[in-house]
């Protein structure tokens, strides 16, 4: 009978234990629930958030399309002078083309040579330095 009381006292140690075991396990779940269901409510308020910006944005983009559909067209002319100017810009290109890629001398047309020329010729025409009476230029500021 003596063996009997000290198994039930092992056993109720054991039981014990358990319940200590069983009651920490509770606790810890009941802290895991709470935790699912805050970010459950985290969750739900940025998804909500989320909404009311996509339908801003949604609304900010039909506003934008409207405004393009009703805006004015451009007068005739000046569609008319840009396809002109970008045309020019195309058959000009090929001239360009080099210079553009740093490879070498920009193009020299019929205009740019005369304008060299005229300059030449205004340079020749000026007296020079020496030639000239008066006061010496002012120094440029700092």
Sequence with gaps: MASYTHE?????????DILGKRALLLQQMEAHYEQQ???KKQQ???SQAAKERNAQILKDLQNAEKNL???QLLH???INLETHYWASVERKLPEWEQYLLGKGQP???ETGRLLRQQKLKTRQQDPSPAQCKGKPPRPKPR
């Design 37 to 39: 269901k805050a970010k």
């Design 76 to 78: 005739p002319d000046i």
């Design 8 to 16: 039930e006292f092992e056993l109720s140690q054991k039981h014990e």
């Design 69 to 71: 559909q009703t805006r």
């Design 107 to 109: 193009p020299v047309s």
């Design 44 to 46: 739900r308020l940025m």
